[in-house]
T-cell receptor
Framework: GQQVMQIPQYQHVQEGEDFTTYCNSS?????IQWYKQRPGGHPVFLIQ?????EVKKQKRLTFQFGEAKKNSSLHITATQTTDVGTYFC???????????FGAGTRLFVKA | NAGVTQTPKFRILKIGQSMTLQCTQD?????MYWYRQDPGMGLKLIYY???????DKGEVPNGYNVSRSTTEDFPLRLELAAPSQTSVYFC???????????????FGDGTRLSIL
């Protein structure tokens, strides 16, 4: 069946270091979304990418959508303790109204 | 603008009890969803609805029921609670239509449910 996989599962960084999480889909996606969930919180929508090769930036966060529209990445430059949380990618499930979420990458930032 | 509101925030149930998790949204979204999230894990879709009167199963529907009588409300019913249903339950909503079903979802704060 359709799968969306994220790596790594978790990552520990020192504050100020960069961080990247990767999202890989078993199928071509019409779009991909990224969400952030703070510890004890709920997922919050960050961004949606639609075009092949698209790159979008939000302050220290850079999002990319692969040329084949099967992979995506989120890069955080100079992490801060406020970046702590789990980052999920999500794409449309084939043939339906549903969304398929990756398992998430949990980011720990040490001050 | 409250967004998506879930009640209760916490609940402890005994095995075999039943309860309804409430979810309401004030954004006039036609799509609504129920997810469960086990500790350290991702989101699993329980049920979803594309409009009032229309519901369908997600990945893990067993042991749950839903109804969608209005655009705003999407309650989730647990019948005969089991320890395996201990989880955090999130309700979400979004705009959507057949040509663009994967629209950004707005999540409620969640209900933390323990079955003992």
């Amino acid at each position: 069946g359709q799968q969306v996989m994220q790596i790594p599962q978790y990552q520990h960084v020192q504050e100020g270091e960069d961080f990247t999480t990767y999202c890989n889909s078993s199928t071509t996606l019409s779009n991909i979304q990224w969400y952030k969930q703070r510890p004890g919180g709920h997922p919050v929508f960050l961004i949606q990418l639609v075009k092949s090769g698209e790159v979008k930036k939000q302050k220290r966060l850079t999002f990319q959508f692969g040329e084949a529209k099967k992979n995506s990445s989120l890069h955080i430059t100079a992490t801060q303790t406020t970046d702590v949380g789990t980052y999920f990618c999500a794409g449309p499930r084939t043939g339906g109204f549903k969304t398929i979420f990756g398992a998430g990458t949990r980011l720990f930032v040490k001050a | 603008n409250a967004g998506v509101t879930q009640t209760p925030k916490f609940r402890i149930l005994k095995i075999g009890q039943s309860m309804t998790l409430q979810c309401t949204q004030d954004m006039n979204h036609n799509y609504m969803y129920w997810y469960r999230q086990d500790p350290g894990m991702g989101l699993k879709l329980i049920y979803y609805s594309v409009g009032a009167g229309i519901t369908d199963k997600g990945e893990v529907p067993n042991g749950y029921n839903v109804s969608r009588s209005t655009t705003e409300d999407f309650p989730l019913r647990l019948e005969l609670a089991a320890p395996s249903q201990t989880s955090v339950y999130f309700c979400a909503s979004s705009y959507g239509h057949r040509g663009a079903s994967n629209q950004p979802q707005h999540f409620g704060d969640g209900t933390r449910l323990s079955i003992l």
